[in-house]
Each structure stands twice: as C-alpha cells, then as structure tokens.
C-alpha cells in the first residue's frame, strides 16, 4: 500500500516486533522513507533498538524538519541517553504543541534530571494532559517521577487515573513510593495530602504512612482532606485509629460523622457497642 502513510508506518512497527533481530535493518530501510507516518514508525522502532544501533538513526530523525519525527525520536533518545538527552530535549521540548504531548512527557521521564521534570509539570499545569502525559509515562521507572505521579493523581479526581498511575508505580521500589507519600504528607498541601489518602486507601495500604495522615488532619480544616484521611486511616490500620474516628462522631458536618461511622465498622479488636448505640441517637438520617 504505497500510500497509505499511517498503514506503512503500522507496518514498519508490526514487523520489527515480529523480527526483532532483522529490526535494525528494517529501520535503516525506511530511515528516509518520503512518508512522515513511516519515518516515525521507524523513531518508536528505534526505542527497542540497542544503544549503539539506535543511535545513528535517531541522530538524523532529530534533525528532519517533521515535528512529529522530532518528538519521537527525542523520546526514543532519551530511552537510551538519559540524562545525556537534556541537550536535545531542552530546545525541542520548549513549546510542545497538543498533539506532541505524550512523546515529550515520555522524553522528559526518561531524562528526569531538574530542568526536564519542571518542564514536565509545565505540561501538567491546567489539568488538562493528565491522560496524555500518564501515557506517554507508561513503563518509564526512573524514581525520580514518583512525585509527578502522586501530582498526576492530585490534579484529578477520576479514579481510572489513579487505577493507571498505581500500575505504573507498583513497578517502583515500594521504599521510594512510601518516601514520596511522606513528603507529600510533610508538604501539608491540601490537593497533596488528598491525594495520598486517596492511594493509600485505595491501593498501597501502607500502615508506616498512618501516623502522618493523622498528623495532618490534626491541622487541615478542609473537608475532603478529612474525609479521605479518615478512610485512609480505616484502610491501613483501624484499630489504632479507632479513638481518633470516635472524635469525630459529634463533627458538626453530618458526612464526617457518618465517614467516622463506617471507619469504626472496619475495626475488629475494640468494643464499639455502647459507642455506636449513642449515635442512634444522631439527628441526620444517614
């Protein structure tokens, strides 16, 4: 299909997984194809390639005057650079158009030195590239985005993102995860915090984290600060928690109350009978 661009370009993929030890050779082949869908094919090839081989193919597609070309293949040379790729990143990933958004946040993950990880949360800023930028992420591990994810999950509350951004961490060292939930928590941001309560209720179950949580609800005034910090609290721990939960069943706010209610259902060792039938007395019907 001669000219089919996308079909081509599909295809140039297709067979270098199919043929991984002949993908070199497929990629040299097409390195100058007329097709702008084929030459970028042959940059996401080029991810898989080793080093050495990837590496003078990646060099001219830097060069091609197709933005398209650029933003893949600097992604592709930032998989085998690093840190190194800042030089050609730094230019390239200046302005990103819409469009280009998941190869350079891919790019800037694999560099994830200090100008690229600002440059990173500069795509964040609005809220409105979350789904873009996990993607681009996708199978990047350097630790240093641990933080970029606990901030992707703070800038949205879809809960198909989170689901996505615990894939992605559960392949980190679990150590570096638990230390950038404890800065977040140190951090006393609102839109932090909830957003640790939100992982740790939901997916980490980390008992080390319980104590900070508590420390900030000690100190926020907000309400969905609170009411996630009090499931997060019934999640990881509740028992030890149980005192703190009873605290809460004479908040003026009816939801923190029937929140407090149901965290004290997760507890197992204490005996809340007396306590709970007070609070049949409570004048909101929930």
């Not at 990933?93 to 500069?122: C, H, K, M, Y």
């Not at 591990?141 to 961490?169: C, K």
């Not at 900070?212 to 969905?224: G, H, M, N, P, V």
Request: charged residues 25%; proline residues 3%.
């Amino acid at each position: 299909h001669p000219n089919n661009r996308w079909l081509r370009g599909q295809a140039v993929i297709a067979m270098a997984r199919i043929d991984p030890d002949n993908a070199a050779a497929l990629a040299k082949s097409h390195l100058q194809d007329p097709h702008s869908e084929v030459r970028a094919a042959v940059a996401e090839v080029c991810e898989g390639l080793s080093k050495n081989a990837a590496t003078p193919f990646l060099e001219q597609l830097l060069e091609d005057k197709t933005l398209a070309i650029q933003f893949a293949a600097l992604a592709a040379y930032a998989r085998h650079h690093g840190e190194q790729a800042w030089s050609r990143a730094e230019a390239i990933t200046a302005e990103v158009p819409d469009q280009f958004i998941e190869p350079s946040a891919r790019a800037l993950g694999w560099i994830s030195n200090e100008p690229a990880l600002v440059r990173l949360r500069e795509l964040m800023v609005g809220g409105k590239h979350q789904s873009a930028i996990l993607a681009g992420l996708k199978g990047v591990t350097n630790p240093a985005l641990t933080p970029i994810y606990l901030e992707l999950i703070a800038s949205s509350t879809d809960s198909t993102l989170l689901t996505d951004v615990w894939a992605e961490l559960k392949a980190f060292d679990r150590d570096t995860v638990v230390a950038a939930c404890q800065a977040a928590l140190n951090s006393g941001g609102e839109k932090q915090v909830q957003a640790v309560s939100r992982l740790v209720a939901s997916h980490l179950k980390e008992r080390s984290l319980g104590d900070a949580i508590k420390a900030t609800l000690d100190k926020t005034e907000d309400r969905t600060t609170r009411l996630l910090g009090l499931s997060a609290l019934s999640c990881v721990e509740a028992d030890r928690f149980s005192a703190f939960f009873i605290t809460h069943l004479k908040h003026d706010d009816p939801q923190v109350r029937t929140t407090a209610i149901n965290c004290l259902a997760q507890c197992k060792e204490v005996n809340l009978y007396d306590t709970l039938e007070k609070t049949l007395a409570d004048t909101d019907k929930d």
